[in-house]
C-alpha cells in the first residue's frame, strides 16, 4: 500500500497565495506520475495538475494554469502544488494522489485531503 498526507491547505483572502505538501510513502516515488485534484461542496472531483517522476512533465487544468505550479522532491518523497493568485473559485479539498498517466489523471491512490478556503 501507498500513504500520502496532504497539508498546507488554509484560509487566505483573494489573490493570495498557499503552497501544499503531499509526503508519499510505501513505494517508489521517483517514477511516480503524481497528481492533485480538488472537490468543493456540492460538486464533482476536477484535476489541478499532475507531474511525471523521470522528465517533470506537467499537465494543468486550463482553470489555474498560469496560476498554479506543480513540483516535487523525489530525495524527500514530496510534491508539492504552489497556488497563486488565488479566487473564490479555488476553494475545495485538495487531495493528492498517485495517477496512472500524466494525460490519464485518474487516481489509484488518495490522501486524505487538505481543505483550502478563498474568501472574497
Known amino acids: 500500500q501507498v500513504q500520502l498526507v496532504e497539508s498546507g491547505g488554509g484560509l487566505v483572502q483573494t489573490g493570495g497565495s498557499l503552497r501544499l505538501s503531499c509526503a508519499a510513502s510505501g513505494r517508489t516515488f521517483s517514477t511516480a506520475v503524481m497528481g492533485w485534484f480538488r472537490q468543493a461542496p456540492g460538486k464533482d472531483r476536477e484535476f489541478v495538475a499532475a507531474i511525471t517522476g523521470t522528465y517533470d512533465l506537467t499537465n494543468y487544468a486550463d482553470s489555474v494554469k498560469g496560476r498554479f505550479t506543480i513540483s516535487r522532491d523525489n530525495a524527500k518523497n514530496t510534491v508539492y502544488l504552489q497556488m497563486n493568485s488565488l479566487k473564490p473559485e479555488d476553494t475545495a479539498i485538495y487531495y493528492c494522489?498517485?495517477?496512472?498517466?500524466?494525460?490519464?489523471?485518474?487516481?489509484?491512490?488518495w490522501g486524505q485531503g487538505t481543505q483550502v478556503t478563498v474568501s472574497s
Open positions: 494522489a498517485v495517477v496512472r498517466k500524466l494525460y490519464a489523471p485518474i487516481g489509484d491512490y
